[in-house]
């Protein structure tokens, strides 16, 4: 009975923690509806480095570009958004910006490794829509705190959905 209790609450973990990465996450909803989702290949940065000077110095080391946009119009969907990123972010990210309006987010979440940030995932729901956007490379710490500061990463994310639309 033990045995048993024990393989099926692991079973129901390893289930639950499908989600638990971008990659899991970007593949399992990339094709549902009302998504926008773009995974910029190498070739289009040096597109999106033409955008501004902040951008050019933050994409020059990118190695990996996310952007997915999903719908958040009820609470249920709200929830369960901020409870997937709460799990991505959980103990592997350091939040260095984070503001909350009841079930509206807005998220800037970096991994580091010693002095270098390499990774950095900016969350926001605003009850209407959620959105991500993701970034891996080799990036300065300072500059992004900076940019998560100033709300660069929003006007990033405004300016990059209509860049890629129009390079297609």
Not at 14 to 22: A, G, K, P, T, V
Not at 74 to 81: H, R
Not at 105 to 110: H, K, Q, T, Y
Not at 143 to 151: G, L
Request: hydrophobic content about 35%; overall charge positive.
């Amino acid at each position: 009975m033990k045995n048993s209790l024990l393989s099926l609450m692991l079973l129901l973990f390893l289930s639950c923690s499908s989600y638990n990465s971008i990659d899991s996450f970007y593949e399992a909803h990339k094709n549902d509806n009302q998504v926008t989702a773009f995974r910029v290949p190498q070739f289009m940065f040096s597109l999106l480095r033409n955008i501004s000077p902040e951008m050019n110095s933050l994409v020059g080391d990118t190695k990996d570009l996310r952007y997915m946009q999903f719908p958040s119009a009820t609470d249920k969907q709200a929830q369960f958004l901020n409870s997937q990123m709460n799990s991505f972010t959980g103990s592997s990210f350091i939040e260095i910006y984070r503001k909350n309006d009841n079930l509206k987010r807005n998220v800037v979440s970096i991994r580091e490794k010693r002095d270098v940030v390499k990774e950095i995932l900016v969350y926001k729901n605003d009850n209407t829509n959620g959105s991500f956007l993701y970034f891996k490379g080799n990036f300065d710490p300072v500059q992004v705190r900076k940019m998560a500061k100033n709300n660069d990463f929003e006007a990033f994310g405004q300016k990059l959905v209509p860049q890629l639309l129009n390079s297609n």
